[in-house]
Structures are given as C-alpha cells and as structure tokens.
C-alpha cells in the first residue's frame, strides 16, 4: 500500500470520528493530497473566520481562496489590521479595504509607511481627519521612502499646527528644505541653551545669530565648545573666553579632537595642566595627528595594563608596540582574557602565554560566560569539566539511550 492510499484510509477512519477544527487546521498544512477535500469541508461546514485567518496566514496555495471568502463573509475592522498585521503579500488589497471604511489615524499612518502604491491616498485620507502633532511627527520619522514633496507637505503642516521645541527638532533633523524656518522659529521662541546648541550644530546659515544668543545666556563651558566647533567668526572671541573659564581636561580633549584650527594650543595646554593617563588614551585612539606624541607621553608616565589592554583593543596602527609593552609588564590572565575576546590578530599567541601562566576555575567560567571564539569555547568547556563528568560522559558513549 502507497502513501496515498494510506492516507485515504487513515482520513474516511477520521471522518467517522468526527474531525476537530485542528484535525482539519493540520491536515490542510501539511498533507497536501488532502488539502482541496478538506477545505471544500471546512466552506461546507461554514468555517469561522477564525479559521479563514488563519489558513489566509499558514497556507499559501490557498490565501487568495481564503481571502475572497472572508470578503464575501464581511470582514470587521479588527480582521484586516489582524491580516495587515500578518500577512504582508496581502497588505496592499488589506490596505485598499481600509480606506473604503473608516480608517483610524494610526490605520492611514501604517498605510504610509507601508503601502507606497497608496501613500499619497492615505495622507490625504488622513488630512481630512486633521492629522495630531504625534501623526505628523512619525510619518516624518518612519516614513522613509515618503517622496520629498510629500514630506515637505508633512512637515508643513506640521509647522501651521503652532509646534513645540521637539517638533522644530523632527524637522530640522529630517526635511532639509524646511530646516532654516524651523530654525528660525526656535529663535523667535524663548530658546534654552539645548535649542541654540541644536540649530547651531544643524543649521548652518543660522549658526552665528543662535552663538550670539547662546553668549548672551551665560553658557558654559559645555556650551562654549559648540560655539568653538561650528561658528568659525566667533572661534578666536569665544577661544578666549573658555580659557578664562579654566577649561577641564575633558574640555581640552574635545577641543583637540572636533577643532583642528586650535588643536595645537589645546594640546599644549594639556601637557601644561599634566593629562591624565585618561587623557592620553582618548588622544591616541582619537586624534591620529597627536597619537605618537600622546603615546609617548604614555610611555614617559607609565602605561597601566588596563591603558594598554585598551590600545591593544582600539588602536591597531600602536596594538604591537602596547602588546610587547604588556608582556613585559606581565599580564594579568585577565588582561589576556581581554586580549583573546577582543583582538583577533593576537588570540593564539594571547591564548598560549594564558596557558603558560595557568588556568584557574574562576578564569576559566569568566571566558565560558564572555564572547569567545566557538574553538576556544570548546576547549575551555573540556578543562571546565570534573573528573566525574569526564567518567559519565564514556560511560554513555558505551551505553547511549
């Protein structure tokens, strides 16, 4: 007897029994012979929406079936956006469904972002609606491939609904052609320092009035380094003044790194003030034109494992020279923990000099628990193991269950 004729047995034996929902659910899925009888039983059988959904969901060879059924039936509002939800070849034919009803602001916003056949439909579904600050807002952010005339359209809207201060941040950050007017309206309100460093560091053509503004206000040093940065005719007036301002290292390093013009004077002024070994660090993974200066000075100061652990891991053009720097320091076997999760060049050699050292329990559950190569893993796995595991484990391969 073949397969079939088994299942033709096997399914008359089940009628007689009478069949649940998912009997028929089951065998619609997965026994393909069967698939037609039984779905003409269920449409009989006048089977619920629930399990039209589902098919719709579970078994492509009859979704478009199932989906005309479900029409004919009437389908709620709660059906499509479960379909929607689900079954994305069915999204666009869902969507069109939607908009013949009542859609809700949040059905025309999924409608956007996702159905671009039907986007310029739904928005202006939606702008009969009176679309919310929140609605405007996310279609500007998770409308992606939103056309830029649309966007534009958006965001203007959003601009005429009197906006706060994060409404005028959403348009500045995404609708470029809108970005100075948005600016310009986060002038005119009562701006605070965030604002004025915002439009500064986004909005070009309005940097030198909001630097002016920011000055007015009293900034601090914080403030004082966006002015620094972005707003070149007031760079020398504003250098001036965070110097008066006693300027803290950390000061003094985003100088080095963001401001070219004033590198030179903010690292002087560092290794006057003496850097940290902290300081020194971030120089060299940062601001390559100073990274052989600041490792020397590393080196006059005294590098700790931890600083070098950290070039080894960062900075590739000095992970040789703080690598033998390390060794002759000697190792922590948890700097060469570090040294094996983190820097692949040097996992072998790393891994041997551990070995050498010795193992202990605690370093040993520290790099099974960390991110590790799988052959390194499964070899800390093997030494992790009791004697007696080690026993149980031949045992079973003798007698398997």
């Known amino acids: 007897m073949d397969r079939a004729e088994k299942v ?25 012979p069967l698939r037609e009888e039984v779905w003409k039983r269920l449409l009989e059988q006048g089977s619920t929406s629930g399990n039209l959904k589902w098919i719709i ?14 029409l004919k039936r009437g389908l709620t509002d709660e059906d499509l956006r479960w379909i929607y939800r689900w079954v994305r070849p069915l ?31 739904a928005w202006r579904k939606l702008l009969k609606k009176e679309p919310t600050r929140s ?24 601009l005429e609904e009197t906006p706060i201060e994060k409404d005028l941040y959403y348009i500045i950050e995404h609708i470029e052609s809108l970005k100075e007017e948005a600016g310009r309206k986060l002038l005119e309100e009562v701006p605070t320092n965030e604002d004025l460093r915002f439009v500064i560091e986004h909005v070009e053509s309005l940097r030198e009035e909001a630097g002016s503004k920011l000055l007015e206000k009293g900034p601090t040093n914080y403030d004082l380094r966006w002015i620094i940065k972005y707003v070149e005719p007031l760079r020398e007036e504003v250098w001036k003044r965070f110097l008066k301002e006693e300027p803290s290292n950390d000061d003094l390093c985003w100088i080095i790194e963001h401001v070219e013009p004033l590198r030179e004077e903010a690292w002087r002024r560092l290794l ?29 100061k005294g590098p700790t494992n931890d600083d070098l652990c950290y070039i080894i891991r960062d900075v590739e053009s000095l992970r040789e020279k703080a690598w033998r720097r390390l060794l002759e320091k000697g190792p922590t076997n948890k700097d060469l923990c570090k040294v094996i999760a983190f820097v692949e060049p040097l996992r072998k050699e790393a891994w041997e000099k551990l ?47």
């Open 8 to 32: 033709k047995i096997l399914w008359d034996e089940l009628l007689k029994e009478g069949p649940t929902d998912d009997d028929l659910r089951y065998i619609i899925k997965h026994v393909e």
């Open 57 to 70: 969901k579970e078994v492509e060879p009859l979704r478009e079936e199932a989906w005309k059924e479900l």
């Open 91 to 121: 999204r666009e034919k869902v969507a069109q469904e939607l908009l013949k009803r009542r859609p809700t602001n949040k059905d025309l916003r999924w409608i956007m972002r996702d159905v671009e056949s039907l986007r310029e439909k």
């Open 135 to 158: 609605d405007l807002k996310w279609i500007i952010k998770h409308v992606e491939f939103l056309d830029l005339e649309l966007k534009e359209e958006v965001a203007r809207k959003l």
């Open 272 to 300: 006057e003030r003496g850097p940290t070994n902290d300081d020194l660090r971030y120089i060299i993974e940062h601001v390559e034109p100073l990274r052989e200066k600041a490792w020397e000075r590393l080196l006059e």
């Open 355 to 401: 070995l050498k050292q010795g193992l202990n329990r605690d370093v040993l559950e520290w790099m099974r628990n960390h991110y590790f190569p799988p052959s390194l893993r499964e070899e800390v796995s093997k030494l992790l193991k009791t004697r007696k595991e080690v026993i149980m484990e031949e045992i079973m391969a003798l007698y398997p269950y």
